[in-house]
């Protein structure tokens, strides 16, 4: 935990996506208390007609390169914490991959340690989240 | 807010897809306390052997054109309003593009204002919600 | 309720896909007291470079036929009933299909019954449960 959903343009090389992933994740590791090696994510790509968005709602400009995150997280973190990835994904996008930030739009879910079982059947008991 | 993820037969048409779209977002706005521009839709096309459904519970028939609607919302509504919203819903696909009320389904899920960034790593502080 | 994505290689047959789902069917009715006929499941099949995850953390090694099982249940579960269900599922995966127990990962949420609308826009009360 988390689980991220990467969803973005179907154009997108597989060189841009692992960059993507680098950042999410290295950004998910410094500043949303994730341990090191706990990584999980889906990248779902789909043509413009399945990405249906409005191109100004809370943004300078939504392009076609729009790239929606949607987390889901085991344990609670702060209104902080969530500024503090929100705001250092969008930058470290921009800077390392020229993503327009108008462009990056990120969701967050929650739910419980119990919630998990991350192999062998086993429920997790939550003491290294 | 709220992002809803439509779910259906990989065979509907672009054009019928963006009349589910408009159908969803119209009704979520004179129902459901969405802002007109607050749109954001994901579609999933996929074929039948992907979408594994029950034909007959609490449904009278679901067909190979069965749509699911996940939808996550950053406030609370009330059950009037969730009724208001799925009755709604069915009843203008029905009318508006003969989709059979048996086969639409509705999921809603609900986290916080704080949990989405519309863009820029801005925190979404909900005044406008 | 439950709706599981199911989210696995592209390699995978269709013949084995039906099997997975008929495992987590009957699993979820034995072990987490949903009803016989409450099945729903949305399959992703996706290529290796679109499902990323470390193939060490909390698991012995995943490979390329990890799957991910992604739940979304309208009422609570005890812990009981989520380590059976983990477990049955891994251990049935293992046992008639191979699945090694390392590439198995379950993840759930939680709603409320009203937050269901099954079909004809009607929403669920929720008595069955």
Redesign the interface.
């Known amino acids: 935990?988390p689980?991220t959903r990467i969803?973005l343009n179907d154009q997108t090389s597989?060189a841009r996506?692992?960059q993507i992933?680098d950042i999410l994740h290295r950004t998910l590791v410094e500043t949303f208390d994730v341990?090191a090696?706990?990584?999980?994510?889906?990248?779902?790509?789909?043509p413009a007609?399945?990405?249906?968005?409005?191109p100004?709602?809370?943004?300078?400009r939504?392009s076609d390169d729009f790239i929606?995150f949607?987390l889901?997280a085991g344990k609670p973190r702060s209104?902080a914490q969530?500024?503090a990835f929100?705001?250092?994904?969008?930058?470290r996008l921009a800077a390392q991959l020229a993503v327009r930030?108008?462009?990056?739009?990120?969701?967050?879910?929650?739910?419980t340690a119990?919630?998990?079982?991350?192999?062998?059947?086993?429920?997790?008991v939550g003491e290294t989240l």
């Open positions: 935990m689980l969803t597989e996506i692992a992933s341990p090696h706990d990584r999980f994510q889906i990248v779902e790509k789909l007609a399945q990405r249906i968005y409005d100004h709602y809370l943004s300078g939504r929606l949607t889901l209104a969530k500024s929100y705001r250092t994904l969008t930058q930030p108008d462009d990056v739009m990120v969701v967050i879910q929650f739910n119990g919630d998990w079982s991350f192999s062998k059947g086993e429920i997790f």
